[in-house]
């Protein structure tokens, strides 16, 4: 039996979720190039990028989605890039169909998918710009990125003891074995 294929174990469900849309999305960029190159020009934004962002935005959406796929034997760095480069993306689809939306812009297809599955610009496609922004977000957490900033005058030792406590709070599997006061008191409060 081949132990690499032994322990291998499946992304983080988020991570699982985005990479495959991503993959079917570069997928269908990808195969229809033109029509990609077409749905990028109507949202009347990149100018002389087009050309770039036609063969780019796939390209990284691929790495992106092999990136989070095999987020779990990666390296934790690998990993975590894959996971903000896929918030990034998201955050490109969700700005190129706002501002077109707020515009007023007739975009007949989105080009999520290239020349397939395309739909008009509606303001259901910003419901699913802003699913694909959360799912991108969940997928960047759970390969650890850390999205949040930290306070101004923070000091470094308040950033590690939440770092400690974020592992003292994950349970008994590599947590901390002194209970807490809120499980002391619960405790004592059950003998009661």
Do not use: H
Not at 88 to 96: C, K, N, Q, R, Y
């Amino acid at each position: 039996m081949d132990t690499r294929a032994a322990t291998f174990r499946r992304p983080p469900v988020a991570a699982l979720l985005y990479g495959l849309l991503l993959a079917g999305m570069a997928a269908g960029q990808l195969a229809s190039l033109a029509a990609f190159g077409e749905a990028l020009e109507s949202y009347d934004l990149l100018g002389p990028l087009v050309p770039a962002a036609k063969l780019g935005l796939p390209v990284v959406e691929v790495l992106v989605a092999v990136g989070l796929l095999l987020s779990r034997p990666l390296p934790p760095l690998a990993a975590k890039a894959a996971g903000l480069a896929g918030v990034l993306v998201a955050l490109v689809w969700a700005t190129l169909a706002v501002q077109a939306f707020v515009r007023g812009l007739v975009v007949e297809n989105c080009g999520c998918f290239g020349a397939y599955f395309a739909q008009r610009l509606r303001w259901w496609v910003l419901l699913e710009d802003a699913y694909l922004l959360l799912l991108a977000l969940l997928a960047a957490g759970l390969v650890g990125v850390t999205l949040a900033r930290a306070q101004p005058g923070s000091s470094r030792s308040s950033s590690r003891s939440l770092s400690i406590t974020r592992v003292g709070n994950s349970g008994s599997a590599g947590g901390s074995s002194r209970p807490s006061p809120r499980s002391e008191s619960s405790a004592a409060s059950s003998e009661r």
